[in-house]
């Protein structure tokens, strides 16, 4: 009696079940004639996830583990203030970059697009930041890294 415990509680282990639906998709494949079940190989991203059982047994990566589960507090604040200063900076960057709507063909194909002065003082381009959301975005990859260049306020 116990012994069957064991074993259905064994098979219904987290671990376990990522290794059957890891090898799962291959034997449903082996066996199906018409391939009409592909999109189960998605489940075969499941053998990533493998790695993560191997991590019990490995000190340095139980000691990441217990970095990361120590400064979740910091990880959190991190998050919260990207996430304000992402609404703040993104916001104002977004109207004062906003620039007048009009008519240009700069433009593929020609359109109304808001325009702002270019980085010269004289030209006029259409502006990087169409929305808020493309200003939040902004914001994030400069404040995390030395941002990408593509998208710069003038």
Request: hydrophobic share 45%.
């Amino acid at each position: 009696r116990t012994l069957l415990k064991q074993k259905i509680s064994y098979c219904l282990e987290w671990t376990t079940l990522l290794d059957a639906l890891a090898i799962f998709p291959y034997y449903i494949e082996r066996y199906e004639e018409t391939n009409g079940l592909l999109s189960l190989r998605l489940l075969r991203l499941f053998r990533v996830f493998q790695l993560l059982r191997l991590g019990k047994y490995n000190t340095t990566f139980l000691s990441l583990m217990n970095v990361l589960m120590e400064s979740i507090l910091s990880f959190n604040i991190l998050l919260i203030v990207l996430i304000f200063g992402a609404a703040f900076f993104g916001s104002c960057i977004y109207w004062m970059e906003k620039g007048t709507w009009k008519y240009t063909t700069h433009t593929d194909p020609p359109s109304f697009a808001y325009m702002r002065i270019g980085a010269d003082g004289e030209t006029e381009e259409p502006t990087p930041f169409t929305s808020i959301p493309a200003a939040f975005w902004w914001f994030i990859v400069t404040a995390t890294t030395v941002g990408y260049g593509d998208t710069y306020p003038t």
